[in-house]
């Protein structure tokens, strides 16, 4: 072979292994984490999460689409042609803001999230709450004995033994669920007398309202929830200790009815009726919340931004995996809309994400009032 051959040989080999590369120049961040010689900064490294790569790109990305949500106002779009005095006037349109649905399941109240979630709900930072019945009943319980630290690996048979209940790593004691019965059944008395002498029609959302201004307590965000008339939504009340109890009620004091038509209205409601707004959904883990708030943007031809977090994978199909693309073909997101799914513990990433948007924007807000 000459020499000549092997020069040609070897110029086509490396086009092909060294092919030429488009400029990423200006174009697209570039990888680097924070640099530990500037000392420790939080804000800074929190900050430093979008050109980390891998999932802190990704809660870098859920930080800024969370910020983009809570910084829009209806002044940053174009009147329409058909809208009202009202939305023309330009204090309005900057009144206007994004309405905040947030979704979790219950094990999140289970863990010291629920501090995190009631901070949210007790300073009306979001407008909409949906959770599972465990997302209820753990608050509730929470107000009337703790839930301790365990071990993923202690056996069931042990603790079965102990009276003692496991989720996770968490450990719920027995005897919480018999305050929670002794609580929570008079309450259900009084409210069968009111369905019966007042006509009171309960739903799940009502059920929920009372029971956060029955328990008066500062740590719980149903307490918080009531005061500031934010609604929680649970189609699912029966799924958990509250339907035990529920059942134990209805043979020693049956007919007590709860509709579940009306909450699905109101739900609905909440997104079809948020006006001019645009609609931000952050949904914590999947199941019920995640496709309870989705399907309700669907009736307004779905959200304009959306954040995921959960460790669950689409390939077996389920809603719970799914990445916010698949809801944009349902029409549960708009093709145009900002979002994100951070494939994380929750329990990990949504403090952090908390950290750099609402509780940033808090702080900021009380250091300018004081």
Known sequence: M?????????????????????????????????DFNRGVNYSEILRSMVSTGFQASNLGDAIEV????????????????????????????????????????????SSGVRDTIRYLVQHHMVDVV???AGG??????????????????????HLRSKGLNRIGNLLVPNENYCKFEDWIIPIFDQMLEEQTLKNV?????????????????????????????IPVFCPSLTDGSLGDMLYFHSFRNPGLVI???????????????????????????????????????????????AVFINTAQEFDGSDSGARPDE????????????????????????????????????KRSAEHKS
Request: include cysteine; hydrophobic fraction near 35%.
């Open 259 to 305: 509709d579940i038509v009306q909450d699905i209205r109101a739900m609905n409601g909440e997104a079809v009726h948020a006006g001019p707004r645009k609609t931000g959904m952050i949904i914590l883990g999947g199941g019920l919340p995640k496709h309870h708030i989705s399907n309700a943007n669907m009736m307004r031809n779905g959200a304009d931004y």
């Open 66 to 109: 969370v910020n983009q949500m809570l910084d829009w106002r209806l002044s940053d779009e174009s009147p329409t042609e058909d809208c009202s005095e009202e939305e023309r006037d330009p204090a309005y349109r900057d009144s206007v803001t994004c309405k905040v649905f947030l979704g979790f399941t219950s094990n999140l109240i």
């Open 327 to 362: 809801a944009v073909s349902w029409g549960k997101i708009r093709d145009s809309a900002k979002t994100v799914k951070v494939h994380c513990d929750a329990t990990i990433a949504f403090p952090l994400l908390v950290a750099g948007t609402f509780a940033a924007r808090g």
């Open 201 to 229: 029609l309960w739903t799940p959302s009502k059920v929920i309202a009372r029971l956060g201004k029955e328990i008066n307590h500062e740590s719980s965000y149903l307490y918080w929830a009531y005061k500031n008339g």
């Open 130 to 132: 949906v959770t599972t």
């Open 2 to 34: 000459g020499e000549a051959m092997k020069d040609n040989i070897l110029e086509s080999v490396r086009s092909v292994v060294f092919k030429e590369s488009e400029t990423l120049e200006g174009s697209s961040i570039k990888i680097e984490g924070y």
């Open 136 to 157: 209820v009943e753990e608050d509730l319980i929470k107000c009337l004995a703790p839930t301790y630290k365990g071990d993923f690996s202690l056996p069931g048979t």
